[in-house]
T-cell receptor, first 111, second 113 residues
Framework: KQEVTQIPAALSVPEGENLVLNCSFT??????LQWFRQDPGKGLTSLLL?????REQTSGRLNASLDKSSGRSTLYIAASQPGDSATYLC??????????FGTGTRLTVIP | SQTIHQWPATLVQPVGSPLSLECTVE??????LYWYRQAAGRGLQLLFY??????ISSEVPQNLSASRPQDRQFILSSKKLLLSDSGFYLC????????????FGPGTRLTVT
């Protein structure tokens, strides 16, 4: 069964710092991998989706990479801002209807 | 553009009471629809999904049921709530294409007392 792990569970950084969030998955037979952001008490906001044939995707200050063979993905956030404070979730698609989520990394950016 | 709605936004219900959460999608037709639950301290877990009217697949045996009476409407129900049903319920949709990308609603916070 697919398992998705995110480390660390929580992270605090000063404003302006670059940071990396990690995601690992046990079954490399995935279709896509997606990073989401969740603000407290809110739904999920999609950040980046990486298809299985891709190695990375970029959007603004965010860059996500995917290494299927090693079962790893990273989300790089450049020049962090207090508004980036949220929980970041990694999720892998193993089929049209099977999306497995990690438990998330709670990020706090300190002004 | 597509929009997904959920209501109510918050709900407090006593143990043993019934439950009905509603999700609707606008701006698309024949979507795949999903119900997820996020319990305190746990990751998001897929509960049900539907690929068409009246077609429901259950991922986890539980006290809940789902129905899809219309193409863009998905309902989560329970006849008798348990304390363990408390959590944050999220509805999502996808168009079922190669990307499989799912889009999430704003969620319903359910507290069972």
């Amino acid at each position: 069964k697919q398992e998705v792990t995110q480390i660390p569970a929580a992270l605090s950084v000063p404003e302006g710092e670059n940071l990396v969030l990690n995601c690992s998955f046990t079954d490399s037979a995935i279709y896509n991998l997606q990073w989401f952001r969740q603000d407290p008490g809110k739904g999920l906001t999609s950040l980046l989706l990486i298809q299985s044939s891709q190695r990375e995707q970029t959007s603004g200050r965010l860059n996500a990479s995917l290494d299927k063979s090693s079962g790893r993905s990273t989300l790089y956030i450049a020049a962090s801002q207090p508004g980036d404070s949220a929980t970041y979730l990694c999720a892998v698609y193993i089929g049209a209807n099977n999306l497995f989520f990690g438990t998330g990394t709670r990020l706090t950016v300190i002004p | 553009s597509q929009t997904i709605h959920q209501w109510p936004a918050t709900l407090v219900q006593p143990v043993g009471s019934p439950l009905s959460l509603e999700c609707t999608v606008e701006g698309t037709s024949n979507p795949n629809l999903y119900w997820y639950r996020q319990a305190a301290g746990r990751g998001l877990q897929l509960l049900f999904y539907s690929v068409g009217i009246g077609q429901i697949s259950s991922e986890v045996p539980q006290n809940l049921s789902a129905s899809r009476p219309q193409d863009r409407q998905f309902i989560l129900s329970s006849k008798k709530l348990l304390l363990s049903d408390s959590g944050f319920y999220l509805c999502a949709w996808s168009d079922g294409t190669v990307n499989y990308e799912q889009y999430f609603g704003p969620g319903t916070r359910l507290t069972v007392t």
